[in-house]
């Protein structure tokens, strides 16, 4: 059983960065993928990128490629989704999420944990 819980979130200007953190319970975070997911208000939940078990793959939407990195450090039991040239539509709620295989996936369908969120709002 896995445990997620993300921070980070807030209110930014347009153009600013935020981190977001995902800690993690649990003795297997470290054979778990990762991936972040985001939902803006009257949408649906969309990819925004993902992370092996190792660190050594990731992948990120198109929509924030170039302006949003994910990493993670095992030994700390988190994964960070760096948030870079903020739009406004980059405003959502942002969810960490755990899948029980060692390889990467944009499919939301494939995660077995999630986090509860954290809101982060673009100002234009």
């Known amino acids: 059983q896995v445990q997620l819980v993300e921070s980070g979130g807030g209110l930014v200007q347009a153009g600013g960065s935020l981190r977001l953190s995902c800690a993690a319970s649990?003795?297997?975070?470290?054979?778990?993928?990762m991936g972040w997911f985001r939902q803006a208000p009257g949408k649906e939940r969309e990819f925004v990128a993902a992370?092996?078990?190792?660190?050594?793959?990731?992948f990120v939407a198109d929509s924030v490629k170039g302006r949003f990195t994910i990493s993670r450090d095992n030994a700390r039991k988190t994964v960070y989704l760096q948030m870079n040239s903020l739009k406004p539509e980059d405003t959502a709620v942002y969810y960490c999420?755990?899948?029980?295989?060692?390889?990467?996936?944009?499919?939301?369908?494939?995660?077995?944990?999630w986090g509860q969120g954290t809101q982060v709002t673009v100002s234009s």
């Open positions: 992370i092996s078990w190792s660190g050594g793959s990731t």
């Open positions: 999420a755990g899948r029980q295989y060692t390889g990467i996936n944009y499919w939301s369908g494939s995660y077995n944990y």
């Open positions: 649990g003795r297997t975070f470290s054979s778990y993928a």
